[in-house]
Nanobody
Framework: QVQLVESGGGLVQPGGSLRLSCAASGFTLDYTAVGWFRQAPGKEREGVACITSSTGSTDYADSVKGRFTISRDNAKNTVYLQMNSLKPEDTAVYYC???????????????WGQGTQVTVSS
């Protein structure tokens, strides 16, 4: 069974950090493009970061450049999103998605996780 499971969300103060994990089962992430998306209440879903397969090139939304870093650990079949200098406007449900097309950034969409809540508030 193909599955993506996000974890690592929570409540953090402005300026703080969180690391989200996206663990895959039923398939390997090695040969997929993987992206992180977020959706805040009343807003459309937006792409946050993406990483391609073979070259591992990355792509970020302007709103998170310099603060967020996407990375992959193929041995653990997991992709991470390190989020630093968090702002209240980063509050959203964060989703990861994977695509069998290893180059499909910034919009991988074959498989989706269930999401993890990130709340940035004092």
């Amino acid at each position: 069974q193909v599955q993506l499971v996000e974890s690592g969300g929570g409540l953090v103060q402005p300026g703080g950090s969180l690391r989200l994990s996206c663990a895959a089962s039923g398939f390997t992430l090695d040969y997929t493009a993987v992206g992180w998306f977020r959706q805040a209440p009343g807003k459309e879903r937006e792409g946050v970061a993406c990483i391609t397969s073979s070259t591992g090139s990355t792509d970020y939304a302007d709103s998170v450049k310099g603060r967020f870093t996407i990375s992959r650990d193929n041995a653990k079949n997991t992709v991470y999103l390190q989020m630093n200098s968090l702002k209240p406007e980063d509050t959203a449900v964060y989703y990861c998605a994977a695509d069998r097309n290893p180059w499909k950034c910034p919009d991988p969409n074959d498989y989706w996780g269930q999401g993890t809540q990130v709340t940035v508030s004092s």
